[in-house]
């Protein structure tokens, strides 16, 4: 039992990366700012409902656990943010991680003179600023409400990029995602509306020399003297602080200088291609610096294995790989030394290898005709295609990998539909409706289709042999094709419209797709397609079916190697292989 606990705890430690860890931290700062918002936006009922909410709000905050978890994630997230912008190599500004880099950077200077004003005077003076004080100095005594709008909209943009890089690739996202932009709008927007309100209520009050006697007192404000104090303070922290970036800056050129000095490195992609890049930068990093295509579906977080490469020669000399490094690796279940991260890997001379996963560049060719008339009906040959043994697949990869995966079956098959002249249409999870016919006659159409069924075929071999060193087993799949008159039109609602083909022959491809489980082939081909596109009678063997929705059984022709079909429709390539 001991050691069982010993060994999960080793795991859950390996897992663990400074990312995970700015990002609880986040989370628990983010949850402040949320009760304090909700707290602002009383201001809309009252100054009264302000400070019963305050009550309930310090009460929980304060507690003596809750504090030293707050502050602690405070400290910590504001150390990792000087350390990240130590750390990032690379700054571009087509992504939205530097804006949140420099916005929470910013965070820290804005807010530190109001903790110490509120939090630090409490304690060093017993001073008891709330609501009603606060607002009189915001509104009345100074004009720093300005200052303190850009710092509620700056720590709320920035948490909101935070939450949102957090759950996007959460299977739940997409249905959460309405709700959470209308909290995301509406919170900050009655917090402002709260703080105004709140404070033209005190910019009345305060003419009232009753109120002023009753909320501007020594205990509340404290002396001159005090604040003076407190604005030294205050001054020192920030000076402080600012001096901490200033030294993450010069370390990031001091860093680089050594790297200049310390020579170049060589990187050897294995297809003939080499960049020079310094000491320290991880594999990743230098394909990005020298825009070299490098799959990498979670970005660089270590949360995937899709920028894997193998190293070639001796990898003895590599620095050993991280925790989190290793604790991927183990996930996927590769021991092979000679297999890395690119993420993570920073090598410290010259390296060469080769990537396991080549980055996915292809760029769907969308040149097949657009149909003449919207809502037209017309002859098509619909084609289904579907991924066996995802969810086995699922079960044992990381999720961006199945992802990876699976987005290269779609690929591969979305090649071969467009080479033959079909149109991709329809992506359903691990599969994929594919459209033959829409620039093209009939006979025609169900010749692209039969031959867009065998280029599956060999595309999906040249993908298993790439994917070999990962896969326990090939890839597989089934094909489903018939044809018939369809309605072929924009189909949904206001910005959710697609193109697509609705129609009995549409059901009963699918139907047949399904049915390549039970029959144990690759594809299964309609009589209908058959007969159309010329092929002989005994070309393949024919079975009668029961195809769900439908009365009689229908006529199919059963094909076990979906590669013969290639030479079926086109002879001379019988003579070619």
Not at 36 to 54: K, P, Q, R, T, Y
């Amino acid at each position: 039992m001991a050691a069982t606990a010993s060994t999960r705890f080793s795991d859950l430690s390996r897992a663990i990366s400074v990312r995970q860890v700015r990002l609880v931290c986040g989370v628990i700062l983010f949850a402040y700012v949320v009760s304090h918002f909700l707290n602002h936006a009383l201001g809309n009922i009252s100054v009264d409902a302000m400070e019963i909410g305050v009550y309930y709000h310090m009460l929980f905050w304060q507690f003596l656990p809750v504090a030293i978890v707050f502050y602690t994630a405070a400290l910590t997230h504001m150390g990792l943010g000087i350390y990240a912008l130590y750390q990032r190599r690379q700054f571009r500004w087509r992504t939205v991680e530097p804006l949140q880099l420099v916005l929470g950077l910013s965070i820290p200077a804005l807010v530190m003179a109001h903790v110490i004003g509120v939090r630090l005077g409490q304690t060093l003076y017993g001073h008891q600023k709330l609501y009603p004080q606060e607002l009189y100095l915001f509104f009345v005594a100074s004009n720093r409400i300005w200052t303190m709008t850009i710092l509620l909209l700056i720590a709320w943009v920035h948490g909101c990029i935070g939450i949102y890089f957090w759950l996007r690739l959460k299977p739940f996202f997409t249905r959460a995602a309405p709700y959470l932009l209308a909290a995301a709008v509406l919170i900050p927007t009655l917090s402002l509306l709260g703080v105004y309100q709140g404070g033209r209520s005190v910019e009345v009050e305060a003419d009232d020399g009753e109120w002023r006697t009753h909320n501007l007192t020594r205990r509340q404000l404290g002396t001159t003297a005090e604040a003076a104090m407190l604005d030294r303070i205050t001054g020192g922290l920030t000076a402080g602080y600012l001096g901490l970036l200033a030294l993450a800056l010069l370390a990031r050129g001091a860093r680089a200088l050594c790297e200049r000095r310390g020579g170049m490195i060589a990187l050897s992609y294995g297809n003939g291609k080499t960049v020079r890049v310094p000491k320290g930068l991880s594999v990743l990093e230098a394909s990005l610096r020298h825009n070299v295509p490098h799959a990498s579906v979670c970005g660089g977080r270590a949360r995937c294995s899709t920028c894997r490469i193998r190293i070639i020669g001796d990898h003895g000399a590599l620095p050993e790989p991280s925790q989190r490094e290793a604790f991927v690796l183990t996930r996927v279940g590769t021991s092979d030394p000679s297999i890395r991260l690119a993420c993570q890997l920073r090598p410290t001379s010259d390296l060469s290898f080769f990537q396991l996963f080549t980055a996915h560049t292809l760029s769907a060719n969308t040149q097949a005709s657009t149909p003449a008339r919207i809502g037209q009906e017309r002859y098509l040959v619909s084609l289904f295609v579907d991924m066996r043994g995802s969810t086995q697949l699922a079960e044992k990869r990381l999720p961006f990998d199945t992802v990876f995966i699976v987005n290269r079956f779609l690929g591969a098959v979305s090649q071969a539909v467009i080479e033959n002249g079909g149109q991709p249409n329809q992506f359903v999870g691990d599969g994929m409706l594919a459209l033959f016919g829409l620039s093209a006659d009939p006979q025609t159409a169900c010749r692209q289709a039969l031959k867009a069924a065998a280029g599956i075929a060999r595309h999906i071999d040249e993908l298993n042999e790439l994917l070999s060193h990962d896969l326990r087993q090939p890839i597989r799949f089934g094909i489903g094709i018939h044809g018939g008159e369809v309605i072929i039109g924009d189909i949904g609602y206001r910005d959710h419209i697609v193109f697509t083909a609705l129609g009995d022959a549409v059901n009963v491809a699918a139907r047949l797709q399904d049915m390549t489980k039970t029959l144990a082939c690759e594809a299964i081909v309609s009589e209908e397609v058959r007969r159309t596109a010329g092929l002989a009678d005994d070309a393949l063997p024919q079975q009668e079916v029961a195809i769900r929705g439908r009365d009689e059984p229908m006529a199919v022709r059963v094909v076990a190697d979906a590669r013969e079909l290639s030479a079926l429709v086109d002879p001379g390539e019988r003579v070619a292989a």
